[in-house]
Nanobody
Framework: QVRLVESGGGLVQAGDSLRLSCQASGRTSSTNAMAWFRQAPGKEREWVAAISYVGGNTRYTDSVKGRFGISRNDARNMLYLQMTNVRPEDAGVYYC?????????????????WGQGTQVTVSS
């Protein structure tokens, strides 16, 4: 089994930066492609960024392009989301997700493992 634990969330002001982390443990050989999703109150969980196995490919949802960066450190079984110029609409619970395929995906249902989430609150 795989366990994903997010950290780094908190209260920030609009325009600030924040780095989210996700620690993978357990059968980490199954954490190939990984991603970040987020869910705002009353809304569906949405994909934010994804990274392929080894990190050669990355993709971002349009609203975060140029502001967020996804990266991974496989030696440490870590996934990161560097958030800059944060906006109020970026607020929500951020989830780390992993799938056994090496190919990145933007589709929620294609991810096999999920963390419990970390809350990001943005004040304007």
């Amino acid at each position: 089994q795989v366990r994903l634990v997010e950290s780094g969330g908190g209260l920030v002001q609009a325009g600030d930066s924040l780095r989210l982390s996700c620690q993978a443990s357990g059968r980490t050989s199954s954490t190939n492609a990984m991603a970040w999703f987020r869910q705002a109150p009353g809304k569906e969980r949405e994909w934010v960024a994804a990274i392929s196995y080894v990190g050669g490919n990355t993709r971002y949802t349009d609203s975060v392009k140029g502001r967020f960066g996804i990266s991974r450190n496989d030696a440490r079984n870590m996934l990161y989301l560097q958030m800059t110029n944060v906006r109020p609409e970026d607020a929500g619970v951020y989830y780390c997700a992993a799938r056994e395929s090496v190919l990145l995906s933007t589709v929620l249902a294609e991810y096999d493992y999920w963390g419990q989430g970390t809350q990001v609150t943005v004040s304007s």
